[in-house]
């Protein structure tokens, strides 16, 4: 089998459970900053078992994106050793930057709230709230500068075939950095909010326990849906100009793609240069969900005196419809990363010339297990979502108070 | 400048192995068996810090990458299975541990426990093998790629494979012995204080297999320091076992971080000015200057690290200092 098809497969499986996950984390983490900082100035208590539960929820969602984050790092160099030989140099610095300005605080942050419960001041406990969700974003911004680079290459010459970085501040004003960013975040709070509508949908329609709570997680999840599907199209629409000049072979034909070819043919050789029809059909479908989502609004004025609980069915279309933004997010990702190819840094990199030099026995060995691997941990992790869910806000582990201290060992009554 | 990012590196590489160490040794003395409340407990000794050991893995990776792209995919490609296995390691442990707790019934916790003891095994030994593949040289032909993944598979880098699984062990029993309740610490002192001469007896093993093998000792071009940090490492795992009989947790600990850091010096120093030896050619061989990359990326890197490694280190310090001291019944358990 052909390696290079083989690590684009494994990239395309490892991103894609990868970004299932981080849109959730991105988007819940930024409900949960509301909820536990509208604790602490109130002082409800209704609000800090809204940060258990929903807390709960995204700290189990986050175990895969950094399982998988991490894989998809290491993959950079096992499987794509090219990338980081010819443009290393300039796509390595946002990487690195995204790795200490953004995850190794995030992780570390996370790792003392989930502790700091009753442990650390309120005030400190909201704060490591506030920066994780903080270095989220910094995170999501960086690697979407990075992304940005090889969508459309600026800042860098070429010497002696390799690379360097000559002005960065080109990286951070790339026009392909802006709205993709603006689109990714609208996406992420799409997801986390229609999550959060969705699961206190259900609870409602089964008349658990917990009415006035999940009311407000529904009210709360279905009006930040509501406002990022907005900025969602809104951010959507406004790449195609941007996209569509700087790359015009991504949305098919025009004087401009034939222009581009017939100059790529001359630099680089005879070749296909134009992407497969798969990322066309992707954005064709994407675009019909976010439609679909954008009715959603209309859902939102039923809100009045709870007028969308009493009448059952839109808690339904809200349950039915969360598969929605999970299968959009794929497809614009396909839209994006797909129609960039056969490039891996657009019009300076082929793809098969990033691909490492390793057997296709190992390369596939590599596929399968880690497909094989992320996906069954992929699988487990939503089982283990869903019946959290399920199980209500009674009494999460999360932020569990510890029992009165009668004996020195910690106990399994805290199972 | 490339000096100062190669020492950056390695210092995020070693802590990563001082601190990761203790999560896979303490997942690795799961194996043990023992009540389920008495695998819990050595869990949430190291609960808080989990999160925050691995992102040194995950910032060593960043700096590489940016700082050292050739390098990056050179080694991570030529060591292809080691990192494969490693790799695999982490992500098991880093799934298992975080998600043991979350299904109700003991049967489920038990399965993830074995999830956490195979990957902690699997890390232990591809960082093993990550280091000695370093040190024995890989095969990097003139055009700048390393030929094949055969030459990994030696004696000597499953020497020291085995090794670090072995500090990794002594690095997790000990551990244990400063975080868990003081009723519970003889048993895990004594173990880690068993568990030094098997220590000793790997690197020991080690240390002969590579004084045989010629990539090794065509590789290593400061045999001195090598054998200075060897001695200080075996010095390291002494101290251990003594302060580990006189109850004095907090040396033993230094001592086995010590011994866990220094093979990281140890391979930095012996190499030096090369970082990836080749047994093939040796003008092909990379060194530290030559692996950097260019002028403007590194001194852009330098003007953001200046700042904000001495944050990283504050956030990560005032973690170690708002849960210091041993875990009690009070102590907040989630994992």
């Known amino acids: 089998m052909d390696p290079l098809l083989l690590a684009r497969l494994q990239f395309a499986t490892t991103t894609s459970i990868h970004f299932l996950f981080v849109v959730v984390t991105l988007g819940l983490v930024t409900l949960l900053v509301a909820l536990q900082t509208a604790g602490f100035i109130t002082g409800k208590p209704v609000y800090e078992r809204l940060t258990r539960f929903w807390g709960q929820l995204y700290v189990i969602n986050y175990v895969l994106g950094i399982a998988t984050g991490i894989v998809m790092e290491f993959q950079f160099g096992l499987n794509w050793s090219g990338l980081s030989r010819y443009v290393g140099n300039v796509f390595g610095a946002p990487l690195a930057i995204e790795t200490l300005v953004a995850f190794f605080l995030e992780s570390t942050f996370l790792g003392m709230w989930i502790f700091g419960w009753h442990r650390l001041r309120r005030g400190v406990h909201l704060a490591l709230l506030w920066g994780v969700a903080l270095t989220a974003y910094a995170s999501a911004f960086w690697i979407m500068v990075a992304n940005a680079w090889l969508q459309h290459p600026v800042g860098y010459e070429v010497r002696d075939g390799v690379a360097h970085l000559t002005d960065f501040s080109a990286l951070l004003t790339n026009p392909t950095l802006t709205f993709a960013f603006g689109h990714v975040v609208s996406a992420s709070l799409v997801t986390g909010g229609m999550l959060m509508a969705a699961v206190s949908a259900w609870h409602l329609i089964r008349r658990t326990p917990d009415f006035a709570l999940f009311r407000k997680s529904l009210r709360l999840g279905l009006l930040t849906f509501a406002v990022a599907v907005v900025f969602l199209i809104g951010f959507g629409f406004a790449q195609f100009g941007p996209v569509g000049e700087l790359q015009p072979t991504k949305f098919g034909g025009g004087a401009d793609r034939d222009a581009l070819v017939a100059e790529w043919t001359a630099r680089f050789g005879p070749g296909d240069y134009t992407p497969p029809t798969l990322s066309n059909v992707g954005l064709g479908f994407m675009i019909l969900i976010g439609m679909a989502l954008f009715f959603g609004i209309l859902v939102v004025p039923l809100l009045w005196r709870d007028w969308i609980i009493r009448l059952q069915f839109p808690l339904w279309l809200i349950l039915l419809a969360v598969p929605l933004p999970f299968v959009a997010v794929i497809l614009g990702w396909i839209a994006r990363e797909v129609g960039r190819q056969p490039w891996v840094a657009y019009g300076l990199l082929p793809t098969g010339q990033a691909v490492s030099p390793v057997g296709p026995g190992l390369m596939l060995t590599s596929l399968i297990g880690f497909t094989l691997l992320l996906g069954t941990l992929a699988v487990t992790n939503w089982v283990l979502l869903a019946r959290h869910a399920a199980r209500g806000a009674h009494d999460p582990a999360l932020g569990r108070p510890p029992a009165p201290d009668t004996d020195t060992r910690p106990h399994p009554v805290f199972a | ?335």
């Open chain 2, 1 to 335: 400048m490339e000096l100062a990012w190669y020492a950056l590196l390695g210092l995020f590489f070693a802590t990563y192995l001082v601190l990761g160490g203790y999560d896979y040794g303490v997942g690795l003395l799961l194996a043990r068996g023992g009540t389920l409340a008495a695998r819990r407990a050595a869990l949430t000794a190291v609960g808080p810090f989990f999160l925050g050991n691995e992102v040194w893995l995950v910032a060593a990776v960043g700096i590489l990458f940016g700082a050292f792209p050739t390098l990056e995919g050179e080694l991570l490609s030529g060591l292809y299975p080691a990192v494969l296995g490693a790799l695999a390691g982490v992500v098991l442990v880093t799934a298992g541990v975080q998600l043991r707790s979350r299904p109700r019934a003991g049967s489920a916790r038990a399965g993830w426990d074995r999830v956490i003891i195979a990957g902690s095994v699997l890390a232990a030994l591809g960082w093993g093998a990550v280091l000695g593949g370093l040190l024995q040289g890989v095969p990097l032909t003139a055009d700048g790629h390393v030929a094949g993944v055969g030459h990994l598979f030696t004696p000597f880098v499953a020497a020291v494979a085995l090794a670090t699984l072995a500090l990794v062990a002594v690095q997790g029993a000990t551990f244990l012995t400063l975080r868990l309740p003081a009723a519970d610490t003889p048993s895990v002192a004594r173990l880690a204080r068993r568990l030094v001469p098997a220590a000793l007896a790997a690197v020991a093993a080690a240390t002969l297999l590579g004084l045989l093998s010629d990539r090794v000792r065509a590789a290593v071009a400061r045999p001195l320091v090598a054998v200075l940090l060897l001695s200080a490492l075996v010095a390291a795992l002494l101290v251990a076992r003594t302060a580990l009989g006189r109850g004095r947790a907090g040396v033993a600990f230094t001592a086995t971080s010590a011994a866990l850091a220094l093979p990281v010096a140890l391979i930095g120093a012996a190499l030096w000015p090369r970082v990836l030896v080749s047994t093939v050619d040796p003008a092909a061989s990379l060194t530290v200057a030559d692996a950097a990359a260019s002028g403007p990326t590194l001194s852009l890197l330098g003007w953001l690290a200046l700042p904000l490694v001495p944050a990283l280190l504050g956030f990560q310090a005032m973690c170690w200092w708002v849960f210091r001291g041993r875990t009690d019944g009070r102590a907040p358990v989630y994992w």
